[in-house]
């Protein structure tokens, strides 16, 4: 059936998408397609569906299982992207390359650390700090939220801060690009670059139930066609290869999909984390040019063999494989309010807690492997800045990365100051917007 059958006008104001729905809820709810359902999901944004509609739609899908499906999560990101505040990219390409740093397999470009959030396990704000620790070597796009299910959401931590927070709702996508001229480090508020959200807001919060949203937001960067690198968390083991696959479809290529053996969203500092990996490999059916210098390096026939395949490498990592020991989740924060975690952020950027505190391992072992997957650890040679002392450490660990020489890194951005440094920048550029 073609996609216009689907979807009727109920008024002038409203669409319907009961032939959607029906078919949705019928025994052959299969040949209703991934871009049928992001169609729809699309009239959400622009508050083109009723309520009622709405409700029975995210119902449905979590129902049925297709908000577990990687081509309809792919999808539905995507028209979530296409509705967000645009950014102008080529003033942001051009921010960009006045700061960026290439160095090994890292080109310079944007990167991101971010969970699906609903682990119930409330730990500390791993990811976000993560991501500041990492703005000292890469440009960060960290896109986050206020709470949702736990205490302290990235942007309730952020606003925390004392003695002066950052204005994150003064970062829009017009004043994006001049963020990135003054600092490596950016955060996007969601509902600044997702106003459509705010038209399902009360009907997620009536529901009850995680809805596709929820595994929307780590694929919803508006930035998301500029993302060079990122590691993802998922809650739930079984959500791995699934968020993994919808990554790929979505075109990402370094990228390792996490969860904790502790049903974590993030790499776990208590023992197991299982991992999938995108990897870009050449294309053994290609048979255009090998040199990138060539000026047919592509090819413009979209039947023909892509140059590299992404494929999805699988293994574990332990908190061995970065040098560290393990803590229990208990030993990281539980349960505590953004007020005290921006306390330990900042005392953690301030080189202010001791080695081999919990909290602090906990945020080596995941900024290490934002600095993995981006390509940084691969280069052999170390010219950080103050206080390097530029042995890199090359052992390989678990899936062919040097975990121990992010760990070496992220450390170096503590002690040096760097990334207070860069936590700095960006609260002074988003008090001048």
């Known amino acids: 059936m073609a996609l216009r059958k689907r979807f009727r006008s109920e008024s002038p104001q409203l669409a319907s998408i009961s032939p959607a729905l029906k078919m949705l809820t019928g025994p052959n709810h299969d040949v209703v397609t991934a871009d049928e359902i992001a169609a729809a999901l699309a009239l959400i944004f622009e508050n083109q569906i009723s309520a009622v509609q709405c409700s029975s739609l995210l119902t449905v899908l979590h ?61 500390y704000n791993v990811s976000t700090t993560a991501a500041i620790l990492a703005s000292s070597l890469l440009l960060l796009s960290k896109h986050g939220n206020r709470a949702s299910s736990s205490g302290s959401g990235s942007a309730d931590l952020l606003q925390a801060i004392k003695p002066s927070a950052p204005k994150i709702e003064a970062v829009t996508a017009q004043c994006l690009p001049l963020v990135y001229r003054k600092s490596n480090f950016a955060f996007l508020f969601a509902p600044k670059f997702h106003p459509g959200m705010r038209h399902v807001a009360s009907i997620r919060k009536d529901l009850g139930f995680r809805t596709i949203f929820n595994l929307l937001g780590p694929l919803t960067n508006p ?6 690198a990122r590691v993802v968390g998922v809650a739930e083991r079984a959500l791995g ?38 990897v870009e490999r050449p294309n053994p059916q290609f048979r255009g040019p090998k040199d990138v ?11 023909a063999p892509s140059r590299t395949l992404v494929e999805i490498e699988h293994f574990e990592l332990e908190p061995s494989d970065f040098g560290l020991s393990r803590h229990a989740l208990s030993e990281v924060s539980p349960g505590k309010l953004q007020q005290e975690n921006a306390v330990t952020l900042m005392q953690l950027l301030k080189n202010q807690i001791p080695d081999g505190a919990p909290v602090l391992d906990y945020v080596l072992i995941n900024t290490a492997a934002l600095f993995a997957i981006s390509g940084v650890c691969d280069a052999n040679t170390s010219d950080m800045g103050h206080g390097d002392d530029g042995k890199v450490i090359r052992e ?34 988003t008090h001048i917007l």
């Open 293 to 303: 210098e060539d000026e047919n390096y592509t090819t413009s026939d979209d039947e």
């Open 223 to 228: 930035v998301e066609e500029m993302i060079e």
């Open 396 to 429: 390989m660990g678990p899936g062919g990365s040097r975990w121990k020489e992010g760990v070496r890194r992220a450390r170096w951005a503590v002690e040096s100051g760097q990334a207070l440094s860069s936590l700095e920048s960006f609260i002074n550029v």
């Open 241 to 278: 290869p699934i968020f993994a696959e919808a990554l790929r479809l979505s075109g990402a290529k370094k990228t390792m999909v996490v969860c904790g053996a502790e049903n974590l969203d993030e790499i776990s500092c208590a023992g197991k984390t299982f991992c999938w990996r995108l």
């Open 63 to 123: 129902t049925i299982e297709r908000d577990r499906d990687p081509k309809t999560i792919a999808k539905c990101a995507e028209s979530m992207r296409a509705a967000a505040a645009q950014v102008d990219r080529t003033a942001l390409r051009e921010a960009l390359r006045s700061r960026r740093r290439a160095e090994g397999g890292y080109r310079g470009g944007l990167c991101d650390i971010v969970g699906t959030g609903g682990d119930g396990h409330a730990t």
